[in-house]
């Protein structure tokens, strides 16, 4: 591993794939961390496992395929047995800021219809109130603007997320709002907060979605697992 944080990952990820067996819909995450755990699940399909995959954006759909995972149409399946994902910030109590990868819609989605959701993260992603990672916001563009003034009537400063000099869009063509409420004390409120502006699709706070949560330690090479 070139890094602490990416053996973290490594670490993360080999645990959580111990809940994917046979037979089982396997959400499977998008950004820097899922990717070890897409990786590993590849190796495990190689030698014999059978699963089908929900990816939970393009760019893990593509990963998915280079290693040949059967993938299915998120349409096709009623439940998702288990989810590995990633996320930004996480506390004890399994409350999440997601969203850094850019794809925040369709992991919520996924992680709705999951039966069990594992978030894997290095170290640096513990806190103890939620806020420190800026909260994804997902806007339709023609609101963005609109959006902006009604996040910063709630004190959030809004930017909207740049991908070279044009609006980075996501996989539905929406935008994001980078959002700093500060630290998020009630992340409840907020949420619900939220989902009443006309225009937002949806935001990166995940409240009652994560079952367990398992952090890799570099210096022990050992996992912790939250629950």
Do not use: W
């Given at each position: 591993?070139?890094?602490?944080?990416?053996?973290?990952?490594?670490?993360?990820?080999?645990?959580?794939?111990?809940?994917?067996?046979?037979?089982q819909v396997?959400?499977?995450?998008?950004?820097?961390?899922?990717?070890?755990?897409?990786?590993?699940?590849?190796?495990?399909?190689?030698?014999?496992?059978?699963?089908?995959?929900?990816?939970?954006?393009?760019?893990?759909?593509?990963?998915?395929?280079?290693?040949?995972?059967?993938?299915?149409?998120?349409?096709?399946?009623?439940?998702?047995?288990?989810?590995?994902?990633?996320?930004?910030?996480?506390?004890?109590?399994?409350?999440?800021?997601?969203?850094?990868?850019?794809?925040?819609?369709?992991?919520?989605?996924?992680?709705?219809?999951?039966?069990?959701?594992?978030?894997?993260?290095?170290?640096?992603?513990?806190?103890?109130?939620?806020?420190?990672?800026?909260?994804?916001?997902?806007?339709?563009?023609?609101?963005?603007?609109?959006?902006?003034?009604?996040?910063k009537q709630?004190?959030?400063?809004?930017?909207?997320?740049?991908?070279?000099?044009?609006?980075?869009?996501?996989?539905?063509?929406?935008?994001?709002?980078?959002?700093?409420?500060?630290?998020?004390?009630?992340?409840?409120?907020?949420?619900?907060?939220?989902?009443?502006?006309?225009?937002?699709?949806?935001?990166?706070?995940?409240?009652?979605?994560?079952?367990?949560?398992?952090?890799g330690v570099?210096?022990?090479?050992?996992?912790?697992?939250?629950?």
């Amino acid at each position: 591993m070139s890094t602490d944080r990416d053996h973290e990952k490594y670490l993360a990820a080999k645990e959580a794939v111990k809940y994917v067996s046979n037979n089982q819909v396997v959400g499977l995450g998008t950004g820097s961390t899922a990717f070890f755990a897409i990786q590993e699940i590849g190796r495990l399909v190689s030698e014999g496992l059978s699963v089908r995959c929900v990816p939970t954006s393009n760019r893990t759909k593509e990963l998915a395929e280079s290693l040949h995972i059967p993938l299915v149409d998120i349409n096709e399946v009623e439940s998702i047995d288990v989810t590995i994902d990633g996320a930004d910030e996480f506390t004890t109590q399994l409350r999440l800021i997601k969203g850094g990868g850019g794809a925040l819609l369709r992991e919520k989605i996924v992680a709705s219809l999951t039966r069990r959701q594992i978030i894997i993260v290095d170290s640096t992603k513990k806190v103890d109130v939620l806020g420190r990672f800026p909260l994804p916001v997902e806007v339709v563009p023609f609101a963005s603007q609109y959006v902006l003034r009604q996040l910063k009537q709630k004190n959030g400063v809004g930017k909207i997320r740049m991908a070279d000099t044009q609006p980075y869009l996501t996989d539905q063509g929406n935008q994001i709002i980078d959002t700093d409420f500060g630290q998020i004390a009630d992340p409840v409120k907020l949420s619900i907060a939220l989902k009443s502006i006309e225009g937002v699709v949806g935001h990166g706070l995940f409240i009652n979605l994560a079952h367990k949560v398992i952090m890799g330690v570099a210096a022990s090479g050992s996992t912790i697992t939250y629950e």
